[in-house]
């Protein structure tokens, strides 16, 4: 079992930066597939950026691409998403995930319980 804990959000206004990261606990002996995921109110969860176990392996929604940026960390299985050039739209929870067997942009096997962002007008 891994238990995935995100920190790092926040309030911020629009053009401006914040950083994500996503620690995990439990089982870290296996190597994830890390990714991050966002829920915006009255709306469904949506893929935000996702990178391979191996960290030369990066995908990213069409709506963030350009402006965030996932990296690993020097942890293992830790994971970062450096947001620049953030929009209100970019309001949301976000979502840290891991996988085992995939690069996870459609499911996970574990999620983190979020982290609010928000960005003001």
């Known amino acids: 079992q891994v238990e995935l804990v995100e920190s790092g959000g926040g309030l911020v206004q629009a053009g401006g930066s914040l950083s994500l990261a996503c620690a995990p606990s439990g089982r870290t002996s296996t190597n994830y597939n890390m990714g991050w995921f966002r829920q915006a109110p009255g709306k469904e969860r949506e893929f935000v950026a996702a990178?391979?176990?191996?960290?030369?392996?990066?995908t990213y929604a069409d709506s963030v691409k350009g402006r965030f940026t996932i990296s690993r960390g020097n942890a293992k299985n830790s994971v970062y998403l450096e947001m620049n050039r953030l929009k209100p739209e970019d309001t949301a929870v976000y979502y840290c995930?891991?996988?085992?067997?995939?690069?996870?942009?459609?499911?996970?096997?574990?999620w983190g319980q979020g982290t609010q962002v928000t960005v003001s007008f």
């Open positions: 995930a891991a996988a085992i067997y995939v690069i996870p942009t459609t499911a996970a096997d574990y």
């Open positions: 990178i391979k176990w191996s960290g030369d392996i990066t």
